[in-house]
């Protein structure tokens, strides 16, 4: 069974263009969930998408926005970008809401490169 | 407020002695426990899990935590530590009904040889 996917592996950008992640959920799940893991750092909560809504947000200002697709998968985008955003961007996915709390499994991750 | 606390930033340990890492917890409600690992420029693999149910949880590769109530916390242990264990390493803990995971600050596992 394919694990959670992520494209691209790596992204570089500079200051003020916007960038597009992309995320492919296990299949049967139905959550996604995006987090930022800056340098050394912990994971910081970006996101939650659960049968196409957004279901949660973490304290991140709203140039960082995404959306759901019918068949699950997710993007994310980052608009104005700023040096600071850069970081490795790890997707995971879970069986959803519905199942109440499930594990969740990560993605490889994409890192993105502000310059 | 809901938290997690992963006390030690690094722990240093001889191959073939035994490990703890350690994490705290403290939640409104019935924790749902999680430990991650995550290897150099990789994403973050599951390790184990803790719902309900018997307090000692063993995982994969060996991996073990302890679930225990009166102190809130979910240490991970392995009896005999290898050096391919070296990794970054995150507690988490989820909310029932709210599906938002909040993860520790992450715990450096070094293994000697």
């Known amino acids: 069974e394919a694990g959670v996917t992520q494209s691209p592996t790596h992204l570089i950008k500079t200051r003020g263009q916007q960038a597009t992640l992309r995320c492919s959920p296990i299949?049967?799940?139905?959550?996604v969930y995006w987090y930022q893991q800056a340098l050394g750092l912990g994971l910081q909560f970006l996101l939650w998408y659960d049968e196409g809504e957004e279901r949660n947000r973490g304290n991140f200002p709203p140039r960082f926005s995404g959306r759901q697709f019918p068949n699950y998968s997710s993007e994310l985008n980052v608009n104005a970008l700023e040096l600071e955003d850069s970081a490795l961007y790890l997707c995971?996915?879970?069986?959803?809401?519905?199942?109440?709390?499930?594990?969740?499994?990560f993605g490889p991750g994409t890192r993105l490169l502000v310059l | 407020a809901q938290s997690v606390a992963q006390p030690e930033d690094q722990v240093n340990v001889a191959e073939g002695n035994p490990l703890t890492v350690k994490c705290t917890y403290s939640?409104?409600?019935?924790?749902?426990l999680f430990w991650y690992v995550q290897y150099p420029n990789r994403g973050l693999q599951f390790l184990l899990k803790y719902i309900t149910g018997d307090n000692l949880v063993k995982g994969s590769y060996g991996f073990e935590a302890e679930f225990n109530k009166s102190q809130t916390s979910f240490h991970l242990k392995k009896p005999s530590a290898l050096v391919s264990d070296s990794a970054l390493y995150f507690c988490?803990?989820?909310?029932?009904?709210?599906?938002?995971?909040?993860f520790g600050s992450g715990t450096k596992l070094n293994v000697k040889p």
């Open positions: 939640v409104s409600g019935n924790p749902y």
């Open positions: 988490a803990v989820g909310i029932d009904n709210f599906n938002k995971f909040y």
């Open positions: 299949s049967g799940h139905t959550s």
């Open positions: 995971a996915s879970s069986l959803g809401r519905r199942k109440g709390v499930e594990t969740q499994y």
